[in-house]
């Protein structure tokens, strides 16, 4: 019962994904841009299955257009998972977070060390796994929890990406705008 519990509510995910409705943060479609823009690599690491799928509906030359952003970068109809250096979503590794494996591949897969590395992780468990790896962590606090990432110990906490000080993190540093 529990097993076909979860195939009709993976299936329900799915059929959200492929109509378009789920929203992605403007914030983090613009930080990604910008931080791509700067030189920074940059990598995918979810351990949700269905990250492929979200990721490849997003459209980020779309994006760029309605918000008046010119990257020339960008190819058309590329997507958010066509922009990824790396991309280990969605992998079995052989433990979750807070265990680092996953950062650490991406980490990998994109030819740096962990130590020349920063996370961006809304959930506890992630900043201790990117701790564990020795990568900066970067707590996103998007649902009233910034007292609980902060005492995970990142190096960061905001609350949108916009805060975010590019300048700094062109340089290996966290740190937050102005």
């Not at 059929?15 to 403007?26: D, M, S």
């Not at 920063?118 to 900043?127: L, R, T």
């Not at 996103?140 to 990432?149: F, K, M, V």
Request: net charge negative; hydrophobic share 45%.
């Amino acid at each position: 019962r529990v097993e076909a519990y979860a195939e009709r509510k993976q299936a329900m995910v799915i059929e959200l994904i492929e109509a378009g409705e789920f929203t992605a943060y403007p914030d983090a479609l613009r930080f990604i841009l910008a931080v791509r823009a700067s030189g920074v690599e940059v990598a995918a690491a979810s351990s949700s299955k269905n990250a492929g799928l979200f990721l490849e509906q997003i459209r980020l030359d779309e994006f760029a257009s309605e918000n008046g952003l010119e990257y020339d970068f960008l190819r058309p109809g590329q997507t958010l998972l066509d922009f990824f250096d790396a991309d280990v979503s969605g992998r079995d590794f052989a433990q979750g977070k807070p265990h680092p494996e996953m950062f650490v591949s991406a980490a990998q897969e994109l030819g740096r060390p962990p130590q020349e590395c920063f996370v961006i992780e809304d959930a506890v468990s992630g900043v201790q796994a990117a701790k564990a790896g020795e990568m900066s962590a970067l707590g996103l606090a998007r649902a009233d929890d910034y007292d609980l990432l902060a005492a995970a110990h990142p190096d960061l906490v905001v609350t949108t990406l916009d805060d975010v000080d590019l300048e700094a993190l062109r340089e290996g540093r966290l740190a937050k705008r102005g």
